[in-house]
């Protein structure tokens, strides 16, 4: 029997190309992709009126059913549109009839913290704190070391900056091209009143303050249809001086691993490997404990010229253009990564919880 895989994204348009190489394989899976947004949903009727596919003519309008699985790719911003459908959202992850193949980290500063508390990461994680008010952010900034300022949630697509204050001039370094620079405390405490609450600090300290560089590196990690996490790829951006950006910026050069590690010293690259290695041992089985269900992240590191080692983020729905980039050959084997785990979460039984068999009223849900 045929299930149905949902992808759901805030735009139609978002991974327009990927979506459809998802579904031209499905089939072999024995699953039939369809794609929404959360406001195609009708509140009335619990249908949903979306686009199905079909071999030919591609994704075309249609009404469906709320599917059996559900793959959720919204990537929130501080707007009026997240605001409408967060709630839909948090909705659909209760109905009953469905399974959602990933979940999306509510808190990652929380997540932060907890991690600390593992004496095998404890080592990679660096000292966060909420803002809570602008002096904050200049508290940490005269210490000696970089901050780097994130969104709370699963923002995606919200921005993130690195901060830092050299020769008495706070510098905030968003992509290669928007640097921001204030002489004066009060004018970059003005800047940031407006992430007072819906943003975190982290702390990178670091020796090597004359001439600094980061190196950003991201793991992408996806489970088989064995429920076994594995590997698909390693990637980074070139390196340049003084750069603080994220691994995310369209700008950025993306290079494999192994051009990388190739042009560290000996023991610097024996010590990152190793690492990284501890990094994978454990952090993996973390997630699936606490953010259940999941079945993909990536982890994005910060590499120190001296050969220090920062988890600096972790995604629990990552982009893919810049793994992409750095790999093109392997687009097919995240599709049938995607769709085996589907499939395999078919065939496992369904828990559902004591809130999830409760009647579902769509209407109430929108009061």
């Given at each position: 029997m045929t299930s149905t895989l949902g992808i759901v994204t805030l735009s139609p348009k978002y991974e327009e190309a990927f979506t459809r190489g998802l579904a031209k394989a499905a089939p072999a899976y024995g699953l039939k992709v369809v794609r929404f947004t959360p406001f195609d949903l009708k509140p009335a009727s619990n249908m949903i009126q979306g686009q199905t596919f079909t071999d030919g003519q591609g994704f075309a309008a249609a009404e469906f059913e709320i599917p059996d699985l559900i793959y959720d790719r919204c990537l929130y911003k501080h707007d009026a549109q997240s605001k409408k459908a967060k709630p839909i959202m948090e909705w659909l992850k209760k109905y009953p009839k469905?399974?959602?193949?990933?979940?999306?980290?509510?808190?990652?500063?929380?997540?932060?913290?907890?991690?600390?508390?593992?004496?095998?990461?404890?080592?990679?994680?660096?000292?966060?704190?909420?803002?809570?008010?602008?002096?904050?952010?200049?508290?940490?900034?005269?210490?000696?070391?970089?901050?780097?300022?994130?969104?709370?949630?699963?923002?995606?697509?919200?921005?993130?900056?690195?901060?830092?204050?050299?020769?008495?001039?706070?510098?905030?370094?968003?992509?290669?091209?928007?640097?921001?620079?204030?002489?004066?405390?009060?004018?970059?405490?003005?800047?940031?009143?407006?992430?007072?609450?819906?943003?975190?600090?982290?702390?990178?300290?670091?020796?090597?303050?004359?001439?600094?560089?980061?190196?950003?590196?991201?793991?992408?990690?996806?489970?088989?249809?064995?429920?076994?996490?594995?590997?698909?790829?390693?990637?980074?951006?070139?390196?340049?001086?003084?750069?603080?950006?994220?691994?995310?910026?369209?700008?950025?050069?993306?290079?494999?691993?192994?051009?990388?590690?190739?042009?560290?010293?000996?023991?610097?690259?024996?010590?990152?490997?190793?690492?990284?290695?501890?990094?994978?041992?454990?952090?993996?089985?973390?997630?699936?404990?606490?953010?259940?269900?999941?079945?993909?992240?990536?982890?994005?590191?910060l590499h120190t010229r001296e050969g220090r080692l920062f988890i600096s983020n972790i995604r629990s729905k990552p982009g893919r253009s810049a793994f992409l980039k750095a790999y093109p050959d392997k687009e097919n084997e995240l599709i049938r990564t995607i769709l085996a785990h589907a499939q395999s979460m078919k065939s496992q039984p369904k828990e559902v919880s004591r809130e999830q068999k409760s009647l579902h009223h769509r209407h109430s849900s929108r009061k």
């Open positions: 469905t399974d959602f193949l990933n979940t999306g980290i509510s808190n990652k500063m929380m997540l932060f913290e907890q991690l600390r508390l593992l004496p095998s990461l404890q080592p990679y994680l660096p000292v966060c704190s909420l803002l809570k008010d602008p002096s904050d952010l200049l508290s940490m900034l005269r210490k000696d070391g970089y901050c780097k300022m994130q969104p709370l949630s699963q923002h995606h697509a919200t921005s993130t900056y690195f901060i830092f204050l050299k020769d008495n001039t706070f510098t905030v370094q968003q992509n290669p091209g928007q640097v921001i620079t204030f002489s004066r405390p009060s004018d970059i405490e003005r800047w940031c009143e407006k992430y007072v609450g819906r943003y975190f600090l982290q702390f990178f300290q670091t020796s090597d303050q004359k001439d600094f560089l980061f190196n950003e590196i991201r793991i992408f990690l996806m489970k088989d249809s064995q429920n076994q996490w594995n590997r698909i790829g390693i990637h980074t951006k070139l390196p340049a001086e003084n750069s603080h950006l994220s691994i995310t910026q369209k700008t950025a050069s993306m290079i494999g691993f192994d051009h990388y590690i190739n042009t560290l010293q000996p023991h610097i690259r024996e010590l990152l490997l190793d690492d990284i290695a501890s990094i994978q041992a454990f952090l993996p089985a973390y997630i699936d404990k606490t953010f259940s269900p999941c079945f993909e992240f990536a982890v994005d590191l």
